[in-house]
Structure formats: C-alpha cells, structure tokens
C-alpha cells in the first residue's frame, strides 16, 4: 500500500505527484485527469473549463514546463480588453483609458489623484475590499470598472471581501501610467502578463497530460466518498476502501468535510462560514471564421449576462474547425446570487449580439454550457480564520490541504503547481 | 488761464478730459489723438501700435466705450494660439487650458507637475517665477510660461513680482486642465474670449469717437518743463502754460525728467522703473487669408517676435481685398537690446520659419514702429518706486493718469477708467 494518497489529478495534486520521492497514488473522480484545467472537445470545437492562459516567472515552473512540453506550447502576446461606454479598451481598464469619453477618463485621472492626494502613493490598512478599490483606484476607476466588473464576477459585495487574495493579481496604479494610458492607445499590452503561454494543440489541459508519463498510480472513475480520520483510510466509490499514511487533498474544502465521517461539529460550523463562486460557461460555435481578434474581453456593465468572453481560437487556431469561430462566455453565480439555468444560452446569444459579438444573422452550430460547481473562494472577512482551523485540525490527522480549492485560495496554474511542489517537499523531509 | 492741463491726449488723458466738470486744455505732442491707440495707415492698409481689442470688464467702461463707438464697434470670438515650433503644432490659448495636441511627454510633464502644486505646499511663491510653478507646477512653467514671460518682459521673472497678474493669466482647476488635455477643447477659457473693436479705421476709432466731446485739444505741443513753484508748464515751442491742477498722463520717468530739482530718491525711484520697448513690424501681404486667427503667441527663442497678431481678422476694412495684413511684436529693453537693422527682413524670415509667409509672398507694404514705452515691468521694486514718485507728484498737485502714469499694466478700458477716476478726484476737491 502506498504511504501516499492523493485525491484529485489537477495542477496541483499532478504537481504534488510528480515532486514526491515517496510512493503515492493519486485518486481521480473523473474519466480524465486535469481539474479545473480540463479541455472539453464536442464537435470540432474545443474548450477550455474557463480561461486559462498560462504566465510564469518562477524559473523552476518555467523548466519544468520546458521540460515537459518542449515545442508544443506557444508564446502569444496577450489580448485582453474590456467592452465600456460601447467601446473595447485594453486590460488592466485603469493604465488603458483612451478612447473612453472624455468625461469617463477625466473621472478616472481625478479620482485616482484625489485618493493619491487624501492616501498616499501606498496606502495600507483597508478595512475591505471596495475600501481598498476606492482608496487605490479613486472614485472614478471604481465606479467605472472596479466595483461593476468585481460585483460581477465575485457575485459578493465588495464590503464583504478582504484584500487578502489580491496584490500579486491587481498592479497598483501609478499616476504616470494612466496619464500614459489616457492620452495615447496602447499599441499592445504593456506590463507584466504582457505575453503568456498555450499549447499549441488539444487547449489547456495539454499542459497536464504531459505529467501523465511521469506519474504513477493513477486511477481515474475513482470518487473518494468517505474518510474516517481514526482509521486513516478512504473508501472510493467502488466501495473499495484504502488506508494512508497521509493524505493530500485537492478538493473543494467544503466537499472534503462532507466526506469526513463524523467531523467535529466546530469544523462543520467553520466549513459552512466557507462562500464561492461558481461559473456557467456558455461555449458558442459559429458557423463564420474570426469572431474577434481579442483572446478575451471583460464586461463590467451590467447589461450583458456575463462578465468575460473568451475566444479560444485565438489562443490556439486548433480549438475550432477550420473556418468556425466560438465564444464562451462566463456567467458568474452563488448562493446570494443565483441565476436561472433555463434559457441561459438563448440569453448569452442575446446579450452577444448587443455587444456586437454576434450578428443576428451569425448561425450558430454548437451551444452548449459547462457548469464549474467551484470558480473562485470568496475572501470574505470569515474565510481565513475558518480555513485556518479546518486546515489546522486536518493536519493534525494527516491530512494535508494543497491547491486552489482545498486551500480555498485565489490560485493560479503557476501557483497550482508550486503548492504541490511544496507540500511534496515537505513530505519528502519526513520519509 | 485753464484750471486744469492735461498732457497726453491718449485714452487716459481724453477720458479725464471727457469726464472733468472744470475747464482743462490737454497738450499732445503728436499730430493726432490716441497715443498708443492711434493707428498707422499706409496704402490701404491699417495698422495698430500691436494688437489693440477691446474686452472691457467695467460696467461704466464697457458702455461708455459703446456709447462711443456706437454702430463702429464690431464684437468677436477671440481666436488666440500658440504655436510650438518643436512639435509643428498649434495650439489654443492659455496654454494650460489647452495641451491637447501638443506630444503626449509635455502633456503628461504639465499635468503631473499642476499635480504636484495640489500638494500641501511649505512656501508662499516670492516672485513670478515662482508664482507659476506654485499655480501651475513645473511642467507648464518649463515647457511654456517661464520661456514665454524671459520672452516678452525681456527679464527674469525670478526678478518680477506678480501683482499685476491678476486675471491676465488665468488660473484653473485640475478638471478644466485635464479637460484640454484630453480633447480639443474648444472651450474659451481666460477673461478676453470676447473681444470688441472698431470696424472701421483700426483701434483709433476710439479715441477720435471721443473728439466730438472733447475741447481745447492742442497738438504738437510736448511739455519740456514743469516748474513746480509756479505752477506752470513750458512746452517744446517756448509757450508756457500755467494750471492749478496738472494731469500727466506722460511716462512716469519723462514727467520727472520734465521737473527741476527733484529730490534725489525720487530720481533715483524715477530711474529704476522699468518698461520695456516693442518694435512693431507690420507687414502687408499680396495674398488672402494667410492665417484664420487674430493673434498667434511664439514663446520659443527661435523667434524673433513673442506675439503675432492679423489686423485683417481684427476687421475686413484694415486690409485691401485679396490681401492679408500681419502685426509682429518684438520686445527689447536695456536688459534684453535687439538691434534694429534689417529688422523687416528678419521678421519675414521668422514668419516664413513659422510657415505663416512663403517664400514666394509679395510683401506690399512693410513698416518698422518703435514703441519706446510699450509695457511696464513689475520688478519687485515696481511698487516701491511707484509709490514715492506718485506721493511727490500728488504734493505738487501733478496728477498722474493712464497705464503710464499710473505705471500699471493697463488695457484701454483700465486706461479709461483711469482718466474717470483722476477726473473725479479733481471735481470732489472742488465741490469742497
């Protein structure tokens, strides 16, 4: 039997994998590995569980991948727009205002100087996260952007989020850069992020089945549904049963309580402090080549049903048929924000054709919607405390919480991968 | 014998004139009314001492002047501009209201500079340099005022104060100055966006509409001497003239040389104002419209010329059809001398530079006016210096009058009111 025992063969529990010198198995409940980094192909098309373009400049990630997928992957520049005020404008919104009405951009620029002036060039200490998006954007940037576009995508109010997750994935804003991006169009995106990688064929999960070679152990179908913490084992949904040494996580955290046989009451309290986000994404094949030019655009009006666009095509001509183009659209939702399932497609293409995406005479040959139970943990006020005692009380029974939605965390593919390197390092010390 | 002499028959001197309850004569050394409003006829052409538009801010002013001009007075929208020889653009006037169009490196410098001046700051500013950057930070100081006021006051304007700014160059808000900066605005901005002037017979239709209300006007009489004791003013032609009162409208350091036995510090504050000259090159030119503006402002060195201004678009009637007319504004001083030789030539030439003239235009007329005493300099002794002079010549019931008595920078309305002001002040001691 294996010391090791993996539940889930994303990013990270592949990572966590493929860094262990001890022996392991890793435990998959779907027919094929990859996670939340799955490509679904139907039709021709393919797509993505959600947008993922891949950055790195952590050097080890950066081998690894050389490594793994030497000239199977592409370096593209990035596209990422926002659609506002009828007109696209590059991301990040704050460092690309031209082309905004005049009165849109003057806000920005006053806003941005008036929070300059009242908090500093670095200010600290905001109590939540509108709080942090007024006093580092201004009033202007907020109302504009910030605020539509996170009400959006975190289905939350603002008030009700801390900044934790944030730092590394918002840039702060220099006063010299949005004069910069108000007075002349960039000619690319700027910054960092500024290029990213792809694969060249089969989307994202491509990245991941590189790893398959060099792991060990795998069992796909295999759904772990209960786990006893005093007996150390787990059962799978063949009703077989297996016991660890330790355990690796990579589960929704919330899902991992509810297999726990008979948990502490504390930890089922603190599991259901736990909030998130979960995403429809309507994929759309269109019977008409070169949908847009853009990889993806951001939607921060109310309007429109969704909150971004991808096109895949553009990130690999390999994720469409010769001469179709498609479109997959993210709809957030939550418990506090549900949305109506039924007729959502038909709403998408609606609200497609508003934005000029669509033509109304554009015929559509494929629809169809991927649902992502799990998207992003909401970093409300009660989230680090609980998974703090959750993760505390689990590791004390040998269970270790790696990845995105096991440590109920903002992850990203590169961080995906170094969680599970890390974790493995650690473990390694002890055998 | 008149109570009251008035020397100088300018605006101020016609308007204490028109407003005097007692009897006065006013002595001109010039063939005509008007100083520096008069008007330079040549051919067809008319051409005035530099641009000369009207903008009255007074209520009184503003309808006496209309009174006056009557159905002559023609209003306008001012098209005023600047034009940036390093970037080939023109853009509108002030400057700090309108960057749009001009490389986005000086916008972005000017807009991050005004922004700096909204942060606490530690000193007051001590002198007009510094008056600028405190209001308008370092960028807009550096890429136009600084160079533009070396240009035109022919001094530092480290070594000016800023009393007389007033309104002249308009302060604004972070709003308005990002407002220009991201369109063209064409927005008027600045207290002369409207501007009146005669329709016909150049700026000197103004003060000749005052000569059907005006007596006792003497030409060609220049005062030489006053004697204070006796009360009495001795002209270049050896006639004398005495009065109870005197009204000088004269420069002040020309009325103090004018005075015998001037006590030594009023001399010495006499000599140390200062003013600059202008020398006025008009250029009349065989061909239309060659600009749509009524003023364009050169604050680049390249220059030789700060301003230049088109009596044709002033009014039609100062230019022959099928021509075009063009006033150039060069300022000198003892600090700053340009020599005047070929200056006609050299001024074509900056114009060609400034791809207002080609090479090819006839120029059909072409005249070089010296304005000794163009504008006064507010040097940061200005105030100082005035005040003692002014406290001599009052005890000797000389009355100073008009932008150079007063030496102030006054426009014609200012002038005007000055003449009403000085006029009042002589009948009120009267009625006493």
Redo the contacts between chains.
Sequence with gaps: MEPISILGAGPTGLSAAYHLKANYAVWEKNNKIGGGCRTEKIDGFSFDYGGHIFYTRNQEVRSLLDKLLRNKMRCLPREAWIYSKGTYTRYPFQANLYGLPVEVVKECILGLMNAKLRYGEKPNGFSNFEDFILKVFGEGIAKHFMIPFNLKQWTAPLKEMTTDWMGKYIPLPTLEEVLDGSLKRAPRCLGINANFIYPQKGGIQAIFNSVVPHIKNLHLNSEATNISLKNKSFEINSGKKFFYEKLISTLPLTELIQILDSPPQEIKAASKKLRWTSLYIVNIGVDRPSLSKKQRVYYPEKGYIFHKLGFYQNQSPEMVPPGKSSVSAEISFSRTRPINLENLAERTIEDLIKAEVLFPDDKIILTHILTLPYAYAIYDHQRKEAVSFISHFLEKNDIYLCGRYAQWEYQNMEQNILAGKSLADRLNSEY | MSKVAILGAGLAGLSAAYHLKEDYEIFEKEKKVGGLCRSIHIDDFIFDYGPHILFPKGKYVAKLIKKLLNNNLHIQSREAWIYHKLSDVYTRFPFQSHLYGLP?SI??DC??GF?KT??KKDKEPQNYEEWIIWNFGEGIAKHLMIPYANKIWTISPKKMNFEWVWNRVPRLS??EL??G???DNPRLFGFNTEFWYPLNGGIEGLPFSFLTKVKNIKLEKEAVKVYLNKKCVEFSDGKKVFYEKLISTLPLPEITKCIENVPEEVRRASQELKHNSVYCVNLGINREKISPYHYVYFYEPDFLFHRISFPMNLSSYTTPKGSSSVTTEISYSKSKKIGKENIIERVVEDLIKAKILFPDDRIVVSDAADIQCAYVIYDLDHRKNVEKIHNFLRKHHIYPCGRFGEWEYFNMDHSIASGKKIAEEINNTRKK
């Design positions: 986005i916008v972005k807009i991050l922004f909204l942060k972070m709003e990002l407002e900066a991201l369109h």
